[in-house]
């Protein structure tokens, strides 16, 4: 695959804002085309689940949150968007650099799923150092305030705080005491600029894999289901852990060395910056 020189989709004003809130909301980035494309693709991922999926609700829910990841180079919707589209046009625009592919994520709450996403950052849960970087996420359904991603704004700047699994609060990848542990925000939400958006299909928020995000569940007859791309910048490197990441990329150790740029076949350079 030749690598595409990327193309400026943003404006400066959009810019600033992912540098300064570490998120920031783009309208109508894919056309419906595109949406139809990934919808099909998150149905065929649905249909026949890699080794990665996963259910990540309680078995009493009276709905289902599903994920899986790393599946582009099964399911064609999946590289096609991450490859053709303007998403990597728009994170070589935000990380001024490079852009290589990370990895894609599936997530699907469907109607009346309980289950929240806890409050997190992304970037202690992967296998890579390094600050410039972004995720993207998109809807397939239309999705309310009430079942949307929440950001707190500014907090990519923060530094690490612990991670922990998401139904049961277990720090299973640092140790206990090694870092942070989460702010209490939902019992007092007053105190952090806490940021989001209804989306509609081809809408995409855009943030940096160390801002805390999260949502809450489901409710009604609506699904949610959407699709993220994760992209990383010219800094980032590989990170051996100790554990299981998420996702996991078995045998990568032997390939990258510990603080080498993440080149290979399993995460192309998109866009030469």
Same mark, same amino acid.
């Given at each position: 695959?030749?690598?595409?020189?990327?193309?400026?989709?943003? /404006?400066?004003?959009?810019?600033?804002?992912?540098?300064?809130?570490?998120?920031?909301?783009?309208?109508?980035?894919?056309?419906?085309?595109?949406?139809?494309?990934?919808?099909?693709?998150?149905?065929?991922?649905?249909?026949?689940?890699?080794?990665?999926?996963?259910?990540?609700?309680?078995?009493?829910?009276?709905?289902?949150?599903?994920?899986?990841?790393?599946?582009?180079?099964?399911?064609?919707?999946?590289?096609?968007?991450?490859?053709?589209?303007?998403?990597?046009?728009?994170?070589?625009?935000?990380?001024?650099?490079?852009?290589?592919?990370?990895?894609?994520?599936?997530?699907?709450?469907?109607?009346? /799923?309980?289950?929240?996403?806890?409050?997190?950052?992304?970037?202690?849960?992967?296998? $890579?150092?390094?600050?410039?970087?972004?995720?993207?996420?998109?809807?397939?359904?239309?999705?309310?305030?009430?079942?949307?991603?929440?950001? $707190?704004?500014?907090?990519?700047?923060?530094?690490?705080?612990?991670?922990? /699994?998401?139904?049961?609060?277990?720090?299973?990848?640092?140790?206990?005491?090694?870092?942070?542990?989460?702010?209490?925000?939902?019992?007092?939400?007053?105190?952090?600029?806490?940021?989001?958006?209804?989306?509609?299909?081809?809408?995409?928020?855009?943030?940096?894999?160390?801002?805390?995000?999260?949502?809450?569940?489901?409710?009604?007859?609506?699904?949610?289901?959407?699709?993220?791309?994760?992209?990383?910048?010219?800094?980032?490197?590989?990170?051996?852990?100790?554990?299981? /990441?998420?996702?996991?990329?078995?045998?990568?150790?032997?390939?990258?060395?510990?603080?080498?740029?993440?080149?290979?076949?399993?995460?192309?350079?998109?866009?030469?910056?």
């Amino acid at each position: 695959m030749s690598i595409q020189p990327a193309t400026r989709v943003l /404006t400066e004003e959009q810019i600033a804002d992912f540098h300064r809130d570490g998120v920031v909301v783009v309208r109508g980035l894919f056309s419906a085309d595109e949406v139809a494309s990934i919808e099909r693709g998150i149905e065929r991922n649905l249909a026949e689940p890699s080794d990665r999926f996963k259910v990540a609700s309680q078995p009493d829910d009276p709905g289902r949150f599903v994920e899986d990841f790393c599946n582009w180079q099964r399911i064609a919707e999946f590289e096609d968007i991450a490859f053709t589209s303007r998403a990597a046009d728009a994170a070589a625009d935000l990380m001024r650099s490079p852009v290589r592919f990370y990895h894609d994520h599936m997530l699907v709450k469907e109607p009346g /799923t309980r289950q929240e996403t806890p409050w997190h950052q992304d970037q202690p849960y992967y296998n $890579v150092d390094g600050f410039n970087n972004c995720s993207l996420w998109m809807p397939v359904d239309p999705v309310t305030t009430e079942s949307t991603l929440e950001f $707190v704004a500014g907090s990519h700047k923060k530094g690490w705080l612990m991670p922990r /699994t998401f139904m049961n609060n277990e720090a299973k990848w640092f140790p206990e005491g090694s870092l942070t542990e989460m702010p209490a925000i939902e019992g007092h939400r007053e105190n952090f600029d806490i940021r989001s958006w209804s989306m509609q299909p081809g809408d995409v928020v855009f943030f940096h894999m160390l801002t805390l995000h999260h949502s809450y569940g489901v409710p009604g007859t609506q699904r949610r289901r959407a699709f993220s791309l994760r992209f990383l910048g010219d800094d980032m490197v590989h990170a051996p852990r100790n554990w299981i /990441t998420s996702p996991q990329f078995d045998d990568l150790d032997a390939d990258i060395p510990a603080g080498a740029p993440m080149d290979h076949p399993l995460f192309p350079l998109l866009r030469a910056g």
